[in-house]
């Protein structure tokens, strides 16, 4: 069984910075494409980050492009998300989510492709 735990969230002000954490266990032999998808209240859940195992190759979705950051960790399959410039659309419940299909890159921005997902952060920017 494979677990993600999620880290970092908080109450921050507009402007100011927030990092997450994801660390996936269970399987240790096992490496995944991993991202960040939010859900607002009241919205759906949408894609927000994704890095590939193999190469490195960062995704962004447009509304957070040069104001987010995700990146691997020094661990093994763990990975974060660098949030800066934070604004008040950006509050929403911040899940991480894992996809063993390491070479399913044209999907990698597509919610369905991930097969394990954490429990979520909440990340609340006040104005």
């Known amino acids: 069984q494979v677990q993600l735990v999620e880290s970092g969230g908080g109450l921050v002000q507009a402007g100011r910075s927030l990092r997450l954490s994801c660390a996936a266990s269970?399987?240790?032999?096992?490496?995944?494409?991993m991202a960040w998808f939010r859900q607002a209240p009241g919205k759906d859940r949408e894609f927000v980050a994704a890095i590939t195992w193999n190469s490195g190759a960062t995704f962004y979705t447009d509304s957070v492009k040069g104001r987010f950051t995700i990146s691997k960790g020094d661990a093994k399959n763990t990975f974060h998300l660098q949030m800066n410039s934070l604004r008040p659309d950006d509050t929403a419940i911040y899940y991480c989510a894992a996809d063993p299909k390491i070479w399913a890159v044209a999907t990698i921005t597509t919610l369905n492709a991930y097969e394990y997902w954490g429990q979520g952060t909440q990340v609340t920017v006040s104005s």
């Open positions: 269970g399987r240790t032999f096992q490496v995944y494409n």
